[in-house]
C-alpha cells in the first residue's frame, strides 16, 4: 500500500515539475518577447525623433542657406557662405538618420563590436550577481532603519 502511495506521489510531483517548468518556459518566452516589442518601440520613437528633427532642422538650413546665400551676393562677400558646410554636413547626417541606412550600419559596428572587441562591454565592476545586489539592499536597508531612528 505504501509503494503505491509513494509511486502515485512521485507520479504527481514528477507533472508538478513538469509543469512548473512549462510554465517557467513560457513566462521566459513572454518576458523576451516584451523585452523585444518594447525595443521595436524605442527604436520606432528614435527614427520618428529623426524625421521629426530633421524638418526643423530642414527649415533652419533652407532660411539659413537663402539668407547667407543672398547677402553674399549683396555684399559681393563669398566667406557669407562658409556656414552653409558644416551645416550641409549636419543635414546631411540628419537624412540619414531618419530616412537613410545609418541605422542598419550602426547595427553592424555594433554587431562587429561584440564579437571582435567584447571586453569593451564588461561592466566596471563585474556583472553584478545575486549576492552583490542583495548586499547593497541590505546595506540601504540598514541606512534607511538607521535614518529613520
Do not use: C
Not at 518576458?31 to 525595443?39: E, F, G, S, T, V
Not at 547626417?93 to 530616412?99: I, L, M, P
Amino acid at each position: 500500500m505504501g509503494f503505491l502511495l509513494s509511486k502515485s506521489m512521485d507520479a504527481n510531483f514528477k507533472k508538478q515539475q513538469e509543469f512548473m517548468l512549462h510554465n517557467s518556459r513560457l513566462q521566459m518566452e513572454r518576458q523576451l518577447l516584451m523585452q523585444n516589442q518594447m525595443r521595436e518601440r524605442q527604436m520606432a520613437m528614435q527614427v520618428a525623433w529623426s524625421r521629426e528633427l530633421l524638418k526643423y532642422f530642414g527649415s533652419f538650413y533652407t532660411v539659413s542657406a537663402v539668407g547667407l546665400t543672398l547677402g553674399a551676393l549683396k555684399r559681393r562677400n563669398p566667406s557669407l557662405l562658409a556656414p552653409i558646410i558644416p551645416l550641409s554636413f549636419i543635414l546631411a547626417f540628419q537624412v540619414d538618420s531618419a530616412y537613410g541606412t545609418l541605422v542598419y550600419r550602426m547595427r553592424g559596428e555594433a554587431e562587429s563590436v561584440m564579437t571582435s572587441e567584447h571586453d569593451r562591454l564588461d561592466l566596471p565592476r563585474g556583472t553584478p550577481t545575486f549576492d552583490s545586489v542583495e548586499k547593497a539592499r541590505r546595506a540601504r536597508s540598514s541606512l534607511a532603519s538607521l535614518l529613520e531612528n
